[in-house]
């Protein structure tokens, strides 16, 4: 939205600007880094867990109001292998599967 000249003459005035800029680049690229990361080298289930402590972190609450479709569509696989993962994770007191939530206990 800022034109190229403004940001260049702005990247040599203001060291807070140039700073802003580069840390938000540097956020954006570990954003990044981390997605292909889990996308190539990291299990369902390893991305499930990941993903549902994201969102703990991110709502603060233990208890997610989630569809078992919601997680599916969100890291690109089907439901049933959400369902099953989900259960295993249940099994081992990670999580509790009620109807349209999920609380998370590790």
């Not at 569509?73 to 994770?89: A, E, G, P, Y």
Request: aromatic content about 6%; cysteine-free; overall charge neutral.
């Amino acid at each position: 939205m800022i034109p190229n000249e403004q940001v260049n003459d702005w990247m040599g005035k203001y060291p807070s600007w140039r700073n802003f800029i580069i840390s938000s680049y540097a956020s954006r690229m570990n954003e990044m880094l981390q997605a292909v990361d889990n996308l190539a080298f990291s299990n369902m289930e390893e991305r499930i867990l990941n993903y549902l402590k994201a969102k703990v972190n991110l709502t603060n609450d233990r208890i997610l109001t989630l569809t078992h479709q919601d997680i599916a569509s969100d890291l690109n696989t089907s439901r049933v292998v959400v369902s099953r993962i989900l259960k295993k994770l249940e099994n081992e007191d990670k999580i509790v599967l009620l109807r349209n939530e999920i609380r998370v206990l590790i």
